[in-house]
C-alpha cells in the first residue's frame, strides 16, 4: 500500500488523505445541516417524518447510522490497490462519493 | 519503556478498536447522556450526536498520519516537520489540561455512583476509585489499561444492548411500578392532589388544621408572570400510636416511626378527639384549574436549616429518610390502553413524541425560606411528548414570549458552540491519541478506529433507549441525573442493577486510567526532558511517568469532591472544548498547510488552552459555582469553542506567517523581481 507510484504524482498516503477529506467534508454538511434546522426551525424537528419519528430523532438517528456507513466505505476505498493497472478503480470511488 | 507508556505497540487493531471504545464511553455517555435524555427529553441525544459526529475527523484526517508520524505521544507527529523543543512543551502542557479537564466528570460519576450502592459519602467514592486507578496505572502501564478499557466497552455494548432489549420489551407505560427499595408502600402511594380556593391573599385548603407559613413564587423574567407557585403550610397528619410516646406516621408513602420522649423536641403530637396528631410543615405547588379554582399538588422538599440539620419532607434526613424517585409517564396515546406492552425501536420512541403523551419531567427549584432554611423543591412538570422528544428543553433555541433578541442569540450561539466543540474535540483528545500508538502500524490504526465507530455508534443508539426507558420508569433520582442508568436497571430487578453498576465502575476505571496514562506519557516524555534539556534513562522516564499518575490521580480526587453535583456530560463538553481549541487546529494545520511553522504550532496551542480555560472560568455556570449571580458573568455563554477555536486557527496562521522562513521559491522570483525594476 505503500509504495510509490510512478505514473500518478499521488501517493498512497496523499489519496487516503483526499479521501478522508471528502468525506469529512460531506459528513460536516449533513451535520452542519443538523444544527441549523435545531437552531433556527425548532419547530419544525418535532414534525413527524419518516416511520412515524419526528424530525430530530430521525436526523439525529440518521447522523449515528450514516457515521458507521461512511466508516465502512472509507475502509473499502483504501483498500482498493492503488497501481495504475487500476487507475479506473481509483477514478470510480471519487465519483461514488460526490454523488453519495 | 515502550511495554509501559505503549505496550510495545503490539495491541492488536481489533482489540484495540473495542478498547477505544471502553476508553472513550466514559461515565459521560453511559451515566450522563442517560441522565440528560431523562430530564431533558431529545437534548441529551445532542451529545450522543456529537461525540459520535467527532469520530469522523478521528478516522478520515487524524488516524494514520498519527501513526505514521510519532512513536509515543501525540507531540511527535506534530514536531515530525519541524524538531522543535516548543512543540513537546505546549503539546505537554495541552495534554495535562485537557486530560484535567476530563478527569473531573469521571471523578464525579464515581463518588455519584458509590454514595447509593454501598451509603457511604461521595468522597469516599471519588477516593476508592481514585486509588483503584492510580494502582492501575502506576503499576500496570499502557498494557494492563488497553485490557481494562478492551474488557469495558465489551461488557458496555454488550448491557446496554440488554437494557435496551428490557426497555422495548416493557414499552411505553403509565402504570405505576416504582420499585423503590422494594417496598410495596411507597410502590402504592400517590402524590396528593387537592382542590384549594383563593381569596384575595388568603389560600383556604382541605388540610388539617391547616395555616399558610410562606408562599414563594418564581417569576418569568421575560414576561413577568409568575410560573411556579409554591405555598409552606403547617398542618396535622394521623400518627398511629405504637407505645407510649411512640409512634407512627406516613410521610410520601414512607411509614416513619418516631418517638416523643425528652430529648427528641423535632416530633410535636397534638392531640384532637383523643386521637393523636402530627404536626407538619412541607410544601405544596399551587397550580390554576378551571372557573378560578385551584389545586394544590404535595411536591417533596430538602431544607437545610441554619443549623446545619437537613430536613426530608419534613422529617430530619437519615439513612430510612430520603427523597423519593420521581419521574414516569402520565398519559398515552388511547388506543394503547394503559401501555404499550412490548414494541419495535421505532415504534417505542414515536409513541413517546406523540403529542398525547405525559412526561412527568423531574425539576427543582433552590431558594432561601423567610426562616433562613435553604430549601429545594423537587416536582413533576407534566410535558407532552412532542416537547420532550425534539430539541429545547436543555437548550432553549426557541424565542419565548417577550424574551430580549440578544437572549435568544446567546441561547443559539451556546448550542452552536457545544455542536461544533462536540465534532472537533473527539480526535483531539489525549487519551484518544495514545491509542494510536499502540498497534504495530498505520493500517491497524485505520481499522481499529473503525472497529471503534461502529461499537461506539450502536451504544449511541442505545443510550436513547436507557434514557427513555429512565423516565419511563419512574425510577429517577430528583437530585442527581447521573444516576438514572442504575435506577432503570434496578426497575428490572437486582441482578441487573448489580451489573450495571459494576460496569459504571470498570466504565470509570477504563477512562481514567486512559487520562492518566496520557498526562504520564506526557510529562515523561514531552515536559521533563524538554525542560531540563536533558536525556533521560528509559527507567527513569518509566518511574516518573508512575509517580505522575499518582499524583495525577490524587488532584482527580480533590476536584472530583469539589464538582459533586454538576451532570457529568455538562463537564465533559469542557473538556472537549478545551481539546478541540488547544489541540485541533495544529493537528489539521501540520496536515495540510505547508506554510504551518513550528512557532505557529505553539502559539496556537497556547492561545487555544488559555483562551478556552479563561472563557469557562468567566461563564455564567461557574459564576454560580463561585457563589455570584450568572447573570453577571462576565462571558455570557457557558460554551467557549465557538469563540476559543476560529481563535486558536487564526492565530497560527498569523504566527506561522509572520515567522515563515523564505522558501526558496519565493526567494528567486523576488530575485527575479528585483532584476526587472533594475
Given at each position: 500500500m505503500k509504495q510509490k507510484i510512478t505514473r500518478s504524482h499521488e501517493t498512497s498516503e496523499q489519496r487516503k488523505s483526499n479521501i478522508g477529506v471528502r468525506m469529512t467534508i460531506l459528513y460536516a454538511i449533513v451535520y452542519s445541516g443538523f444544527v441549523v434546522l435545531s437552531v433556527f426551525f425548532p419547530a419544525l424537528m418535532g414534525v413527524e417524518s419518516i416511520f412515524g419519528l419526528n424530525l430530530a430523532i430521525a436526523y439525529g438517528l440518521a447522523l449515528i447510522v450514516i457515521a458507521i456507513i461512511f466508516a465502512i466505505i472509507y475502509n473499502l476505498l483504501v483498500r482498493i490497490p492503488n497501481t495504475p493497472n487500476t487507475s479506473q478503480a481509483l477514478q470510480q470511488p471519487d465519483t461514488e462519493i460526490s454523488e453519495d | 519503556m515502550g511495554g509501559y507508556?505503549?505496550?510495545?505497540?503490539?495491541?492488536?487493531w481489533g482489540v484495540n478498536g473495542i478498547a477505544f471504545a471502553g476508553s472513550y464511553l466514559s461515565v459521560a455517555s453511559f451515566l450522563g447522556i442517560c441522565g440528560l435524555i431523562a430530564f431533558f427529553g431529545y437534548d441529551g441525544f445532542l451529545y450522543s450526536i456529537g461525540f459520535l459526529a467527532g469520530w469522523i475527523i478521528a478516522l478520515f484526517v487524524i488516524a494514520e498520519p498519527m501513526k505514521r508520524m510519532?512513536?509515543?505521544?501525540f507531540s511527535d507527529a506534530l514536531n515530525h516537520r519541524f524538531n522543535h523543543r516548543g512543540i513537546h512543551l505546549a503539546a505537554g502542557i495541552s495534554v495535562l489540561v485537557v486530560s484535567l479537564f476530563y478527569l473531573v466528570p469521571q471523578m464525579v460519576g464515581a463518588g455519584v455512583l458509590i454514595e447509593p450502592l454501598l451509603g457511604i459519602p461521595h468522597y469516599w467514592g471519588v477516593i476508592i476509585v481514585g486509588t483503584a486507578v492510580i494502582l492501575i496505572v502506576a503499576v500496570g502501564g499502557m498494557t494492563s489499561t488497553t485490557y481494562v478499557q478492551f474488557f469495558n466497552g465489551g461488557l458496555l455494548l454488550v448491557f446496554a444492548a440488554i437494557l435496551t432489549g428490557a426497555v422495548l420489551m416493557r414499552g411505553?407505560?403509565?402504570?405505576?411500578?416504582?420499585?423503590?427499595?422494594?417496598?410495596t408502600d411507597l410502590q402504592n402511594f400517590q402524590y396528593q392532589e387537592i382542590s384549594a380556593e383563593l381569596a384575595g391573599e388568603i389560600l383556604l385548603v382541605d388540610l388539617f388544621d391547616a395555616q399558610v407559613i410562606e408562599r414563594y413564587a418564581t417569576v418569568?423574567?421575560?414576561?413577568?408572570?409568575?410560573?411556579l407557585v409554591l405555598y409552606h403550610i403547617s398542618h396535622l397528619i394521623p400518627a398511629t400510636p405504637l407505645a407510649e410516646n411512640q409512634y407512627s406516621v406516613s410521610i410520601k408513602g414512607r411509614t416513619i416511626p418516631f418517638s416523643t420522649t425528652?430529648?427528641?423536641?423535632?416530633w410535636y403530637v397534638e392531640q384532637m378527639d383523643g386521637l393523636p396528631y402530627l404536626r407538619i410543615q412541607d410544601w405544596w405547588r399551587l397550580i390554576p384549574g378551571e372557573d378560578g379554582a385551584y389545586r394544590l399538588i404535595e411536591t417533596q422538599f430538602r431544607a437545610v436549616r441554619p443549623d446545619g440539620m437537613v430536613i426530608i419532607n419534613g422529617a430530619p434526613e437519615d439513612s430510612s429518610i430520603r427523597l423519593r424517585q420521581v419521574g414516569g409517564i402520565s398519559s398515552i396515546p388511547a388506543?394503547?390502553?394503559q401501555g404499550t406492552g412490548a414494541v419495535g425501536p421505532l415504534k417505542m420512541l414515536s409513541v413517546m413524541a406523540d403529542p398525547e403523551t405525559t412526561i412527568l419531567q423531574p425539576r427543582s427549584v433552590v431558594f432561601t425560606s423567610d426562616a433562613g432554611d435553604r430549601i429545594t423543591v423537587y416536582y413533576n412538570q407534566p410535558v407532552s411528548g412532542s416537547v420532550f422528544m425534539r430539541?429545547?428543553?436543555?437548550?432553549?433555541?426557541e424565542a419565548k414570549d417577550g424574551e430580549p433578541a440578544t437572549t435568544t442569540l446567546l441561547n443559539r450561539l451556546n448550542f452552536i458552540s457545544l455542536m461544533l466543540a462536540l465534532f472537533l474535540g473527539t480526535a483531539a483528545l489525549p487519551h484518544i491519541l495514545i491509542?494510536?500508538?499502540?498497534?504495530?502500524?498505520p493500517d491497524a490504526a485505520r481499522k481499529s478506529t473503525i472497529v471503534a465507530i461502529i461499537s461506539i455508534g450502536l451504544f449511541y443508539i442505545f443510550t436513547m433507549y436507557l434514557g427513555v426507558g429512565a423516565i419511563n420508569s419512574g425510577a429517577l433520582n430528583p437530585e442527581t441525573s447521573n444516576m438514572s442508568a442504575p435506577l432503570l436497571a434496578r426497575s428490572f430487578g437486582e441482578i441487573l442493577f448489580a451489573m450495571i453498576s459494576g460496569i459504571a465502575f470498570t466504565t470509570v476505571l477504563a477512562t481514567v486510567s486512559g487520562l492518566i496514562m496520557a498526562a504520564s506519557g506526557a510529562v515523561a516524555h514531552d515536559l521533563m526532558s524538554n525542560i531540563s534539556r536533558h536525556t533521560f534513562a528509559d527507567n527513569t522516564k518509566v518511574l516518573v511517568g508512575r509517580i505522575v499518575a499518582v499524583v495525577f490521580g490524587i488532584i482527580g480526587v480533590i476536584l472530583g469532591i469539589f464538582f459533586r453535583d454538576m451532570n457529568v456530560s455538562f463537564l465533559v463538553g469542557w473538556a472537549f472544548a478545551v481539546a478541540a481549541s488547544a489541540n485541533l487546529p495544529a493537528l489539521v494545520m501540520m496536515l495540510?498547510?505547508?506554510?504551518?511553522?513550528a512557532k505557529g504550532i505553539i502559539a496556537s496551542i497556547l492561545v487555544g488552552i488559555l483562551s478556552s480555560v479563561t472563557l469557562i472560568l468567566l461563564s455564567p455556570d461557574m459564576w454560580a459555582r463561585y457563589g455570584?449571580?450568572?447573570?453577571?458573568?462576565?462571558?455570557?455563554?457557558?460554551?467557549p469553542g465557538i469563540v476559543t477555536i476560529p481563535l486558536s486557527f487564526a492565530i497560527l496562521v498569523v504566527v506561522s506567517l509572520a515567522t515563515a522562513k523564505k522558501s526558496p521559491e519565493t526567494t528567486k522570483k523576488l530575485e527575479v523581481k528585483q532584476s526587472i525594476e533594475v
Open positions: - | 507508556f505503549v505496550a510495545n505497540s503490539s495491541i492488536n510519532g512513536t509515543f505521544t411505553v407505560t403509565t402504570a405505576n411500578r416504582v420499585n423503590e427499595e422494594g417496598s418569568d423574567s421575560n414576561t413577568g408572570m409568575e410560573n425528652a430529648g427528641d423536641s423535632f388506543i394503547h390502553g430539541p429545547g428543553l436543555l437548550f432553549p433555541l491509542r494510536y500508538y499502540t498497534v504495530p502500524d495540510f498547510w505547508k506554510k504551518t511553522t455570584l449571580n450568572p447573570a453577571h458573568a462576565p462571558m455570557p455563554i457557558n460554551q
